[in-house]
């Protein structure tokens, strides 16, 4: 070798070895201890660079939790759940300590032994108890073991156009409360012309099958039901096919809905911000968003109880704890969850930071999602809420005062799989005038079968 | 005679050769064989990233085939290749033949016929998905301004997976075509003159010259061009989902959902030990076919 070659070689080889060694200091250690005692936590959601507001709110509070907590060290992490990488970052050992996780996600979380089982430790940790039931069966296993604490939720109801409802001669203050009532009322709407339709839906990326597993709670049904340890399911009703008919006649018969069918749900909110869309199933989350991003404007928007009533999917998120965490990391973990999430000694401060920000208060999310019980302490929430609105309340009395008087249902077992299976029923129904709704719930209760492997 | 020098000064350049070839093979074999093996691994493993991924045979194997989608994805992947064929191949190597007889702004069109190629792949299907809306989408408006009757594109199950072909084609078609354009090229035009001279019009000299010259770059192309489409997922996965009704699910988008929506790997690495299969005959018949070129 000569000599440059042989110092090019020693050149690239060290280079290598720094870069290795790079690498091996970037990477964590996955151990949770500090200096001092202090217990290092590392924790996702923060909000990115582009959420300015969002990250400075996200990156305060940290700071004020560790001034109250110097014994607990927040390494914060950008992101909040994303399918395509969870798996890898599990498989590398970089998984968050606490990672945040939508409704949909812990049951195959739990099963695959990713999160901490933490009930032996919910004991001591205040105010957990007033969070509602349902919200915490989201983190539950079949013997009800707890994986994760649920921070905010929603339910689904029937979002409209306050503008178009007046333009059609309907009286905004009085929404459809029954499948008939929306066909008649999306009927009155399209008849308007140019370009507006009067219902739509989410037809795609499995959006379609979520948006019908609500509507067959609406009618009182479910979409599967405990069959020996597992499930079977359960939506192949007559209440279900009438709910179907009622929407193939507004696609139809009507002409109601348009003739684009393969939407996004993100689809259906730029025409609704457009202000050429009547109605769709959504929940109170869309309203900010439809103003922030989509040109709506809270004047314009209202929101109802889903039609029918006959119940309501409950989504929501949360956060999970690593099942590697340990008994230090997992105590620190709901220290930090609880004083970030399920404090109502700081409500009344975020209420006033969001108002102060103008972000919407008087809805039922962040800063004041609907997750306590009945009792001191959603009353409290209610009356901050009424005090410091500052959007037409108004506008969503209905849905608000259905709320309690409405069933709430989670996500089905192996929901993904199961909203995958139900678009099909939906996009068949919008998409094929001939559809053939009892063979389209038949194919798609047999696949829903396979998937919970029930005969 | 080699000298002890000479003999350290070529041992030199070997080991600088190997060192070179070396990190060449790590980088093979780190990104792409260590990936390959692994995945046949997981294929027959239950997936589990904590408690351990433990052996189940052939279970993942019975899994897709009992899937009703596995049969529907393959006839589906296979009809895009089939339909991309014909379309693939038609219009980019027609597209060569009328540049090649331009006399003028050859230049010109060789960039017009290559400028989506260079569009990102996400950035044409989305774009695509405007065009095909039936109400106020660009080919409905134009179809329908001229008197020809509209049609639902991808809202309807029997048209949405020739759209995505229709688009696919528009999106890629620079590349085939350029590459035709350069074959076409290198025919010597005293081939085109004898054939004048024996009064073969445009369609034989085409038959007769162009394409028995060009067979090898067709056959290439056609060979590249199934193992690409087969392994479709961009377009269905970007302008519909799979949908309406699972008319456009593929092989590439069934491996994706089983992998990233339901986190089942190792479903999704059996199916894609299958599509690995599939393509190993055709990219066999590809090797076989360049190095008979070669000999």
């Known amino acids: 070798m000569t000599r440059r070659a042989y110092r090019r070689t020693r050149r690239c080889l060290a280079t290598t070895a720094v870069l290795a060694l790079t690498l091996a200091a970037c990477s964590s250690d996955g151990e949770g201890g500090g200096e001092d005692g202090k217990v290092t936590l590392h924790i996702n959601g923060q909000p990115p660079n582009t959420d300015e507001r969002e990250l400075r709110v996200f990156l305060a509070e940290i700071e004020a939790f560790e001034a109250e907590h110097p014994d607990i060290d927040i390494v914060p992490h950008e992101g909040f ?96 409360t029954t499948w008939e009532e929306v066909r008649a009322a999306s009927a009155a709407i399209a008849e308007l012309g140019g370009g507006v339709t009067g219902y739509g839906e989410c037809a795609t990326e499995n959006t379609g099958g979520w ?160 997750i306590w019980v009945e009792g001191e302490i959603r009353d409290s929430v209610e ?73 | ?115 989506p190629v260079m569009l990102p792949p996400v950035v044409v299907a989305l774009m695509w998905r405007w065009f095909y809306q039936p109400e106020g989408g660009l080919i409905n408006e134009v179809i329908g301004g001229v008197g020809l009757p509209t049609s639902e594109w991808t809202n309807s199950s029997s048209t949405a997976l020739i759209s995505l072909v229709i688009a696919s084609t528009w999106a890629n078609m620079g590349t085939a075509t350029l590459i035709y354009l350069a074959a076409l090229q290198t025919i010597p035009g005293e081939l085109y003159e004898a054939a004048e001279l024996e009064g073969a019009g445009i369609l034989r000299r085409i038959w007769h010259v162009t394409i028995p010259q060009t067979r090898f770059v067709i056959l290439m192309l056609l060979l590249l061009q199934v193992i690409a489409t087969m392994q479709v997922f961009t377009e269905p996965f970007v302008m519909t989902g799979g949908g309406p009704e699972d008319s456009t699910v593929t092989v590439m988008l069934l491996i994706y959902r089983y992998a990233f929506v339901y986190n089942n790997f190792g479903a999704a690495s059996a199916m894609s030990l299958l599509l690995l299969l599939v393509l190993a005959v055709f990219s066999a018949a590809y090797l076989r076919v360049t190095r008979s070129q070669q000999t």
């Not at chain 1, 006649?249 to 749900?265: L, V």
């Not at chain 1, 929901?415 to 129904?429: F, K, S």
């Not at chain 2, 992947?77 to 064929?85: G, I, K, P, R």
């Open chain 1, 383 to 455: 009356a901050l809420k009424e005090q410091h609105a500052n959007v037409p309340v108004e506008h969503v009395r209905t849905f608000m005062e259905a709320a309690p008087t409405v069933e709430g249902h989670i996500e089905p077992p192996r929901a993904q799989e199961v909203y995958a299976i139900l678009d099909n029923v939906m996009q068949g129904v919008l998409t094929d005038e001939g559809a053939d709704i009892q063979g389209l719930l038949d194919r798609a209760e047999d696949d829903v079968n396979r998937v919970y492997g029930a005969s």
């Open chain 1, 211 to 370: 948006h019908l597993t609500t509507e067959i709670y609406s009618v009182g049904g479910a979409v599967a039901e405990p069959e020996g340890d597992g499930w079977r399911a359960a939506f192949n009703t007559p209440e279900t096919v009438r709910l179907l008919e009622n929407l193939r006649a507004m696609r139809w018969e009507d002409n109601s809905m348009g003739s684009d069918q393969m939407r996004s749900c993100e689809d259906v909110m730029v025409q609704m911000g457009a202000g050429q869309l009547g109605m769709y199933v959504a929940a109170p989350d869309n309203l900010p968003t439809l103003v922030r991003q989509y040109d709506g404007t809270y004047e314009n928007l209202g929101l109802a109880p889903i039609p029918d009533q006959g119940g309501t999917l409950l989504g929501g998120e949360g956060y999970m704890i690593n099942a590697g965490a340990s008994e230090e990391e997992i105590e620190a973990a709901l220290t930090w969850l609880q004083w970030r999430f399920v404090n109502p000694d700081e409500i009344e401060r975020r209420i006033e930071e969001a108002a102060a920000d103008e972000l919407p208060v008087g809805l039922p999310m962040p800063p004041t999602p609907d």
């Open chain 2, 1 to 115: 005679m080699i000298t002890p020098t000479g003999r350290r000064r070529r041992l030199g350049e070997h080991v600088t050769a190997y060192g070179f070839l070396c990190a060449a093979l790590v980088v093979f074999a780190v990104f792409a064989w260590y990936p390959a093996i692994r995945n046949v691994v997981l294929s027959f493993q239950e997936v589990n990233f904590v408690r351990g991924s433990s052996w189940v045979g052939l279970e993942n194997f019975s899994y897709i085939l009992d899937d009703p989608l596995f049969a529907k994805a393959w006839r589906n992947s296979a009809l895009f290749t089939l339909y991309a064929l014909l379309l693939g191949f038609g219009v980019p190597f027609v597209t060569a033949l009328l540049i090649n007889e331009f006399r003028h702004a050859r230049a010109y069109f060789r960039v017009l016929v290559y400028l």
């Open chain 1, 81 to 176: 759940m994303d399918p395509e990488t969870f798996n890898t970052r599990v498989a590398g050992g970089d998984l968050e300590d606490v990672f945040y996780v939508y409704f949909t996600d812990p049951a195959g979380i739990i099963e695959q032994g990713y999160a901490a089982d933490i009930t032996d430790y919910l004991a001591d940790v205040p105010h957990l108890d007033q969070i509602r039931p349902e919200l915490h069966e989201a983190f539950q296993d079949e013997e009800g073991r707890q994986y994760g604490i649920p921070t905010a939720n929603y339910s689904m109801g029937l979002l409209y156009n306050r503008d178009l409802f007046e333009q059609a001669g309907l009286d905004p203050n009085a929404p459809p």
